[in-house]
C-alpha cells in the first residue's frame, strides 16, 4: 500500500514545540512546527525536501487502517488521536532509525525514551485482547508499535540482543516472501534474510539496533515511486552505486511480480552520527509478490506485464549496463524446494524462469538496436579527448599522433553516422509489445 503525503499533509494542524534529535544530537529547534537552527546534513530527507514537521510525524505512525492498530490506539485511549499525535506519544522514535522529538523544556535522553522491550506485541501481531483485562493497560509502556508502519499486520520482538520484526501471511504470502529473499540472496543482491514462524515471516532489525538510519524514499521521491527514471535520477544524485542497487531491487520485483513497491518500502541507510548516505537498504517486502494475490487461473505470460515493461524502459532511455545474471530452472527449483512451505500455485519456478528470459531477450534488442548510437557516442568522446591532448601541448612533434589518431576517429565517425542515418531521428522504441 502506497504513502498517501496529499492526505497527510491535510490533517489537522498541531502545535509542536521542542527539538528534533538524533540519538543525543540536536538536528534542529521546533517552534510552533517550524524548523530552525536545523543540521541540514542530518536532517531527515522528508523534512529537507518539505520543512513539513506534522506531515513527517504522521508518516511514522501506525497505519490507522489496520485493525489490530485500532486496538493499539484503544490502549493507549488515543482512537480519536491525529497520526501526528500517535507518534509523539512516543517521542516519535522507532527501531530503525535515531530520530526523535525532544518536547520543550525536557531534559530527557535518547536512552530514556529509546525502546527496550514490547509488551503489546500480541496485540499488534495477532490482535489479542488480554492486554485489556491482565493489567498492562493500566501501565502502557512505550510500544514501538505506534511507529510501526505499514499496512500488513507486524510487531517487533526483542530476541537474543536484537530486535525482530514478525509480520502476519497466509502461506502463499509467507512462500511469496521466503522464495523472493532466496532469488535475492542468489543473484548476489543486497536483500533481507525472511525466517518462518506459526503466523507468518519474521526478519532481523537491517539497522542493527541504530548502527543506521533508515531514511524511507519518500522523503527523496514523494510519491513518485511508479517512475522508474526519476527515482533512479533521484538516487543517482547520491552516487552511481545507489542507481545501480535501485535497478537491481526493480529487477527482482519484475521477475517476482513484486507490485508492491512503494516510497515506505525502499530507502537509504546513513550514518546517525554525519547524516552521510551508506548505500541503499536491503531488499525486503515482497509479501505480496509471485501468486500472493492470485485471482482466477495462474498463468506465466508476461507479454504485456508493466512491471517488466516500465524495467525495460527505463534500462533503454537511461541506457543502462545492465548485467544480467540468470538463474537456470534446476537453480530455481532449488531455492524453491528449500523454502520450508510449498508452492500452492506450482509454478513459481516456472513464473521466475520465464520472466527473466523474456527480460535477457528484450534487453538483447535493446542493444543492438541502441549499440550504432552508442558507438556513436563513444566515438566522439574520444574525438574530445583527443581534441583536448592536441591543445594542451605545443610541441608540434607531440601533435602528431594525436591528430593521426583524431583523422582515423573522424573517419570512423562519419562512416558510422551515415550508416545510422535512416534510424536517426526516429523515436526509439524497443520491439517489445506495449
Not at 15 to 35: F, K
Not at 102 to 111: I, K, L
Not at 348 to 368: C, G, H, P, T, W
Not at 385 to 394: A, C, P, R, S
Request: hydrophobic share 35%.
Amino acid at each position: 500500500m502506497s504513502i498517501d503525503v496529499n492526505g497527510i499533509e491535510n490533517a489537522g494542524m498541531l502545535n509542536i514545540r521542542g527539538e528534533l534529535m538524533s540519538g543525543d544530537r540536536v538536528i534542529a529547534v521546533i517552534l510552533d512546527n517550524v524548523l530552525q537552527d536545523y543540521d541540514d546534513a542530518r536532517l531527515p530527507y522528508y523534512l529537507k525536501r518539505t520543512q513539513n514537521v506534522q506531515s513527517w510525524l504522521a508518516l511514522r505512525a501506525v497505519d490507522r487502517h489496520r485493525p489490530n492498530s485500532r486496538l493499539l490506539r484503544r490502549l493507549y485511549r488515543m482512537s480519536s488521536a491525529e497520526d501526528a499525535e500517535i507518534a509523539l506519544r512516543v517521542s516519535a522514535a522507532t527501531i530503525t532509525d535515531n530520530f526523535w522529538i525532544r518536547s520543550e523544556g525536557s531534559s530527557a535522553v535518547y536512552n530514556h525514551i529509546r525502546f527496550k522491550e514490547n509488551l503489546f506485541a500480541d496485540v499488534a501481531l495477532e490482535g489479542k485482547l488480554d492486554a485489556f483485562s491482565d493489567g498492562r493497560w493500566q501501565h502502557p509502556s512505550s510500544s514501538p508499535e505506534l511507529t510501526n508502519v505499514g499496512s500488513f499486520e507486524k510487531c517487533w520482538r526483542f530476541e537474543n540482543g536484537a530486535w525482530w520484526m514478525y509480520k502476519r501471511g497466509d502461506e502463499s504470502e509467507q512462500f511469496a516472501e521466503l522464495f523472493t529473499a532466496a532469488v535475492t540472496a542468489r543473484l548476489g543482491y543486497s536483500g533481507t534474510a525472511y525466517y518462518l514462524t506459526s503466523t507468518g515471516v519474521k526478519s532481523k532489525d537491517f539497522t542493527e539496533n541504530g548502527k543506521y538510519n533508515f531514511d524511507p524514499a519518500v522523503g527523496i521521491i514523494g510519491d513518485n515511486y511508479d517512475d522508474y527514471i526519476f527515482c533512479y535520477e533521484k538516487l543517482q544524485a547520491f552516487g552511481q552505486q545507489f542507481a545501480d542497487d535501485y535497478v537491481k531491487l526493480l529487477y527482482v520485483d519484475a521477475i517476482c511480480r513484486n507490485v508492491d513497491r512503494h516510497s515506505g518500502n525502499f530507502g537509504i541507510l546513513r550514518d546517525p552520527d554525519t547524516g552521510e548516505a551508506i548505500r541503499l537498504a536491503p531488499n525486503y517486502d515482497n509479501n505480496i509478490a509471485l501468486f500472493a494475490r492470485l485471482s482466477g487461473t495462474a498463468s506465466i505470460s508476461a507479454k504485456k506485464d508493466m512491471l517488466i515493461t516500465d524495467f525495460l524502459d527505463l534500462i533503454e532511455q537511461k541506457d543502462i549496463a545492465f548485467e544480467l545474471p540468470q538463474l537456470s530452472r534446476r537453480t530455481l527449483s532449488e531455492l524453491a524446494e528449500s523454502v520450508p512451505v510449498k508452492d500452492a500455485s506450482g509454478m513459481a519456478v516456472d513464473f521466475v524462469y520465464s520472466r527473466q528470459n523474456m527480460i535477457a531477450e528484450e534487453l538483447e534488442k535493446i542493444r543492438a538496436q541502441n549499440l550504432p548510437e552508442r558507438e556513436i557516442r563513444e566515438t566522439e568522446k574520444r574525438l574530445a579527448g583527443l581534441n583536448q591532448k592536441m591543445q594542451d601541448t605545443t610541441s608540434v612533434r607531440e601533435k602528431l599522433e594525436p591528430g593521426q589518431q583524431m583523422q582515423a576517429e573522424q573517419k570512423r565517425l562519419e562512416g558510422l553516422k551515415r550508416q545510422n542515418a535512416p534510424e536517426r531521428g526516429k523515436l526509439k522504441h524497443s520491439s517489445r509489445e506495449k
